[in-house]
């Protein structure tokens, strides 16, 4: 029988166990009598037991709601602060829930687990600060309706007059979309002459902590000074808090953070001086912090002076900087300021107002931080001035200008740091006259070039640089009296500039074409790349050495922008008081020439020649490139061109084919198949289809004189007829030459009679249109193409069951193609005239097999000739082609099986297979020349197909009850990647 258990209180274990059903509340159950029972209460227990601890776990995050607008510290008060905070910290992913604003009266408990504070609306927690993680996995996400805020000094009688942090903790992570507020300081004495103000708190303080920022943290600002009454002193005033300090932290910040406004200061008695005014607090300070901003980051403002009845008004407090530290990394694509200095205190007697101060930089850092900037940083304004945007001392310091990058004021550096342009993308420009003692950028000890994007340095001045990575640009006159080292994976590409110290290249240093650099001496080290730019014979760059060009590694020429290149020679490519070396490897981008360097005294010119036939360093030739990227139907067009540019480089063939580079044989390669003839002669095979779909037509009304069609319906009477039809043929790529589509229309119209009873005959004319589009994408071509056709046939019986046909026609079409050359931007035309004959006979015997189903076999012989007149095209310049005429022919030997079947009175289906062998089947072949030179013909090979040919076919005919003929037919001939399709439908009503 089933057995039941239950759980049961187990006093000794002190907890719930499984227990069987006839277990006793006290003592011990009866006892399982065989070991199978034992086995199922043991796995009965075991499953219970799992399902009462699954119960007791928790299953989802739960949410505690904040009710009580006032919070002790007691944590056993369902609905204040402390008790929700005590609660979620027993799990993670808990939310607090906060339906009121809170004023924190004592010390709320630490958060030590992941959760999330949100509202409903905006509420506010104030009067205490929220204590986070101290080292543990306590993090906090606070919604975009929550505002913290510290508690103000001398909170409740307290003796502290300092106000306090918003949030403080270690190790802990919060990410902030509310509004996060420190307390602000009071004064300690509610009298006169002695009152001195405190400082205000911080937003966010701590160590080891992450903060991400999508709202706002604002530190607490400072109390000014008391007043000196009669005779007093004033009094001192206090400090702006930072929005975020502490050490070894993590700063992500989108939003806005601001340090503390300093106070004003205490204003003096009739005989007294003023207090001094309070500085603003950072944005962000401390140590060993990582910060990313692109948001807002704003020092505090410095407090006003205090006021004196007699004497000099006390002096305006200093702002707070947007960043401060050592040992910090700060990249800052956002915002970054400095704070205002305060005014100075006015004097009512007969002394003097204070003097204002200036404003304080937006980061500072005392050493080893390194900075990165692609926004703004800006320092603070006082006295009509304004402070450096950074400031650098302690030395070790890199600070990295990126693309985008501004500073509004100076940057300044006490010495031992590293002033770069960087970034990872995107260009810039950069002023050398922008360095100096009294210049925007003061007191760096080294210049650099790093990362992937491209500065260009313009002006002059006398710093030395290293290139080390990404893209140098030295400007049209451009002058440095430094040196410059070039390191492997930095480049410099140099315009008409001059260095005057010595350059040392172990990465690229390129002389633009056109362009004349001035160096002092030169060292090509062996892993170092000299690059020549060269676009035209009498356009290259040229290197001048005052000194020793010392030669090793790689000379390159860049030909990538080259035209009217030709045989001959570029000389004082380097010119040099003294050369010492070679260089160990010659190398270009030019695909059709070469570069030797020669070495005549003091100087190295480049020799130019064409390229080699069988390639070779440097160089290669068209025909080369062609085939070894397959393009074997554009080979005679290579070898041409090849000629071509050989005896005239710089003709108007020529010049179009000397701007291909290394890596660009591909498109080397395209550009010769946009050369090629029409359809590559597959206009020839489209043209054939066409004439196949009407000779389809005529076939199958011989075939209905004898009714041997059944389900091909002719329009009129047994003497004069006409049928329309469409066909759609598809030619695939074969062997690197591209196939094309074509769609067929037209129509077939005959008269003919008998002549006998066993003879038959007529005459029918035909009109075709033909659409053909090539199927490449790299050299785009189409043509249309009206197909006029004269057709004689006929019959003869020769017994009852056995019939010979006859078929023989002319025709002349009528052809316009248009070939697109994208890479000379042109399109070439051409119009021209073919024409077409064929002859046909054939033999069937039909077979009745059953009263209602006849097999009707067949052989049969067919001829067709066509040829194209020649023809020259236009629109397209040198690269129009003077096409000969060709002629293109087949002889077709098949044989064919009918099967009809009358499935009843008024409905007859009929299919129809066969077979036939092109016994001529030759693979059709173009000669032509371009116009820029008719002297040089090329043969282009195109389509090669099997000579079998598959033909299948299926006829529907039925006559309603009211007289109407309805009738379908579909034709499929298909040869080695080639399909041609024809569809019909038919309906005749008879009036």
């Known amino acids: 029988m ?23 509340s006290r003592g011990r159950g009866k006892q399982a009598s065989t070991g199978a029972g034992k086995r199922a209460q043991h796995a009965v227990t075991a499953a219970l037991a799992l399902a009462a601890t699954l119960l007791a776990a928790p299953v989802m995050a739960t949410n505690y709601t904040v009710t009580s607008n006032t919070d002790n510290g007691t944590i056993s008060t369902p609905g204040t602060l402390s008790w929700a905070i005590d609660q979620a910290n027993t799990g993670s992913g808990n939310t607090i829930t906060i339906v009121t604003n809170v004023e924190v009266i004592s010390t709320l408990p630490t958060i030590t687990q992941p959760i999330t504070i949100t509202a409903n609306s905006a509420v506010q927690i104030y009067g205490g600060t929220l204590v986070l993680g101290n080292g543990t996995a306590g993090s906090v996400s606070l919604g975009n309706n929550v505002r913290v805020i510290g508690a103000d000094g001398n909170n409740r009688g307290s003796t502290n007059y300092n106000g306090g942090n918003a949030v403080s903790g270690s190790g802990f992570a919060l990410a902030n979309s509310g509004t996060i507020i420190a307390g602000n300081g009071d004064i300690d004495s509610g009298g006169v002459g002695v009152g001195i103000g405190g400082s205000g708190g911080n937003g966010v303080s701590g160590s080891g902590f992450t903060l991400t920022n999508f709202g706002t943290i ?11 009454g009669s005779s007093d002193n004033g009094g001192d005033s206090g400090n702006g808090g930072n929005g975020v300090s502490g050490s070894g932290f993590t700063l992500v910040n989108s939003g806005n953070i601001n340090g503390g406004r300093g106070a004003k200061g205490g204003d003096g008695g009739s005989s007294g001086r003023p207090g001094s005014a309070g500085n603003g607090g950072n944005g962000v300070s401390g140590s060993g912090f990582t910060l990313t901003n692109s948001g807002t980051i704003n020092g505090g403002n410095g407090g006003s002076g205090g006021n004196v009845n007699t004497g000099i008004g006390g002096a305006g407090g200093s702002g707070g900087n947007g960043v401060s530290g050592s040992g910090f990394t700060l990249t800052n694509s956002g915002s970054i300021n400095g704070g205002n200095g305060g005014n100075g205190g006015a004097s009512s007697g007969a002394g ?134 070039v390191q492997s994976g930095g480049t410099v590409t140099a315009n008409n500039a001059t260095v005057s110290g010595a350059v040392n290249n172990a990465g690229t240093f390129g002389v633009s074409a056109g362009k004349t650099v001035h160096t002092g001496a030169y060292t090509n080290a062996s892993g170092g790349t000299l690059r020549i730019g060269v676009s035209g014979m009498s356009s290259y760059g040229k290197l001048v050495v005052n000194g020793t060009a010392t030669l090793g590694g790689t000379l390159f020429v860049d030909a990538a922008s080259a035209s009217g290149i030709s045989a001959g020679s570029l000389s004082q490519v380097i010119s040099a008081t003294t050369i010492s070396g ?71 063939i020529g010049s179009l084919f000397q701007g291909f580079i290394t890596g660009q044989q591909r498109q080397l390669s395209n550009a010769v198949s946009q050369t090629l003839p029409l359809l590559v002669g597959g206009s020839q095979v489209a043209v054939n289809s066409a004439f196949s779909g009407v000779n389809r037509v005529v076939q199958s009304r011989i075939d209905g004189n004898r009714g041997l069609s059944s389900g091909d319906e002719f329009l009129g009477d047994r003497n004069v007829w006409f049928k329309p039809f469409g066909s759609w043929a598809n030619q695939g790529d074969r062997n690197g030459v591209s196939g ?92 021209y005239d073919s024409t077409g004959v064929h002859a046909g006979v054939g033999l069937a015997r039909s077979f ?144």
């Open 2 to 24: 089933n057995k039941i258990y239950s759980l049961v209180w187990n006093r000794r274990q002190g907890k719930f166990v499984v227990a069987q059903e006839n277990a006793a």
């Open 218 to 228: 604002t530190a607490g600002n400072g109390a000014s000074g008391g007043s000196g």
């Open 352 to 485: 003097s107002g204070g003097s204002n101060t200036v404003g304080s930089a937006a980061v500072v850092s005392t050493g080893n931080a390194t900075i990165y900037n692609s926004g703004t940083i800006a320092g603070g304004t006082g006295r009509g001035l304004t402070a450096n945007a950074v400031t650098l001392s302690g030395g070790g310091n890199k600070l990295v200008l990126q693309v985008g990058g501004q500073f509004t004021g100076n940057v300044v550096s006490a010495g031992g740091d590293t002033f770069a342009l960087g970034g990872a993308s995107g260009s810039g420009s950069f002023s050398l006259s922008d360095i100096g003692a009294t210049a925007k950028y003061q007191g760096f000890s080294a210049f650099t070039k790093q990362d992937a994007g491209t500065w260009t340095l313009t002006g002059s001045g006398t710093s030395s640089w290293t290139a080390q990575g990404g893209t140098l640009v030295l400007a049209d006159s451009m002058s440095l009296t430094g040196t410059l080292a």
């Open 582 to 652: 070679t260089f160990a490897t010659t190398s270009t981008n030019s695909l059709l020439f070469t570069y030797t360097p020669s070495y005549v005294g003091n100087q190295v010119n480049l020799l130019v020649a064409a390229a080699p036939s069988s390639g070779g360093s440097g160089g290669t030739t068209i025909f080369k490139t062609t085939m070894e990227q397959g393009n074997f139907p554009g080979s005679g067009a290579a070898k041409a061109l090849d000629q071509i540019i050989g005896a005239n480089p710089n003709g108007a």
């Open 740 to 831: 094309f589509n074509a769609s067929t229309y037209g129509v077939v119209a005959g008269v003919d009679r008998p002549f006998s009873e066993q003879a038959r005959a007529g005459v029918a004319l035909a009109y075709a249109r033909s659409t053909v589009d090539g199927n490449s994408s790299v050299a785009p071509q189409s043509s249309k193409v009206d197909v006029y056709q004269l057709i004689g046939y006929g019959s003869y019986s020769l017994d009852q069951d056995t019939e010979l046909n006859l078929q023989g026609d002319i025709a002349r079409n009528s052809n316009r193609g248009k070939r697109s050359i994208a890479f000379a931007s042109s399109v070439a035309e051409g119009a």
């Open 848 to 991: 009745a097999l059953s009263p209602a189903t006849t097999f009707t076999p067949s052989i049969r012989a067919d001829y067709t000739w066509i040829r194209d007149a020649g023809y020259t095209e236009s629109g397209a310049g040198a690269l129009n082609l003077n096409v000969d005429s060709r002629s293109a022919s087949q002889f077709v030997l098949s044989t064919d099986g009918k099967l009809n079947l009358q499935l009843n009175p008024d409905t007859n289906l009929a299919f129809n297979a066969g077979v036939g062998y092109d016994t001529i089947n030759k693979q059709a072949s173009i000669t032509s020349a371009y116009a820029g030179a008719p002297g040089v013909s090329f043969a282009t090979y195109g389509l090669e197909q099997s000579p079998w040919i598959g033909r299948v076919g299926a006829a529907l005919s039925t006559t309603t009850t009211g007289g109407v003929s309805l009738s379908l037919r579909y034709d499929l001939e298909a040869r080695s990647s080639f399909t041609n399709q024809t569809a019909s439908a038919k309906a005749r009503w008879r009036f």
